[in-house]
């Protein structure tokens, strides 16, 4: 008996009546909002769903076939929906954490690109300080050696080792800050 109703509105909104429009929407608006709702747990976007697919019947009434059941197409229509919704919302979700993933990039390659460029830098200034002082400052920065050790190892006072070394670094912190200067 409903479903003969419904072919008979179905009939009637297929030649553009918006009276039967409206019964209709009255008839399944509550029954497509909770299907919407029990699988989008949004009242807004089972809210939206259900005018999307009432939107979508009134652009395809011309389309409609009264003799097919309405109640199926229109969930149909809804359960189309759903899934789009779905697929957006992990299109969504995975462009955000890709974005999250971003921001938290490992930076290892780009600090060892950084190291590297430096530690080029550093042997080119290292190599242009004079023999000893560059064997002293050798000795301590990359050998570990003590001042005390260097003394020993070079036959000269500690007080001269250091002073050698900070000669050295004096020479080797206004080139790169010079460099630096020159990058940016």
């Known amino acids: 008996m409903m479903e003969e109703k419904d072919e008979v509105l179905v009939g009637n909104l297929k030649t553009g ?21 029990g699988y989008l747990k949004s009242h807004v976007e089972a809210e939206g769903l259900v005018q999307d697919v009432f939107v979508k019947i009134w652009k395809k009434k011309a389309d409609l076939k009264p003799e097919c059941s309405f109640k199926s197409y229109i969930f149909t229509i809804a359960f189309n929906l759903i899934k789009k919704t779905f697929i957006k919302r992990t299109a969504r979700k995975n462009y955000i954490n890709s974005e999250a993933d971003r921001e938290s990039i490992d930076y290892s390659t780009l600090n060892l690109v950084d190291y590297t460029f430096l530690m080029e830098n ?15 400052f050798t000795k301590s920065r990359f050998d570990g050696l003590s001042v005390k050790e260097i003394a020993q ?16 670094l004096k020479f080797i912190k206004s080139n790169l800050a010079v460099e630096n200067n020159q990058v940016n």
């Open 153 to 168: 190892d070079m036959e000269v006072s500690p007080k001269t080792v250091e002073n050698q070394i900070t000669l050295a």
């Open 17 to 37: 009546d918006i009276k039967a429009y409206e019964a209709l929407y009255e008839k399944y608006r509550g029954r497509l909002y909770h299907f919407a709702f």
């Open 122 to 136: 550093l042997m080119g200034l290292v190599a242009q300080i004079p023999e000893r002082r560059r064997e002293t």
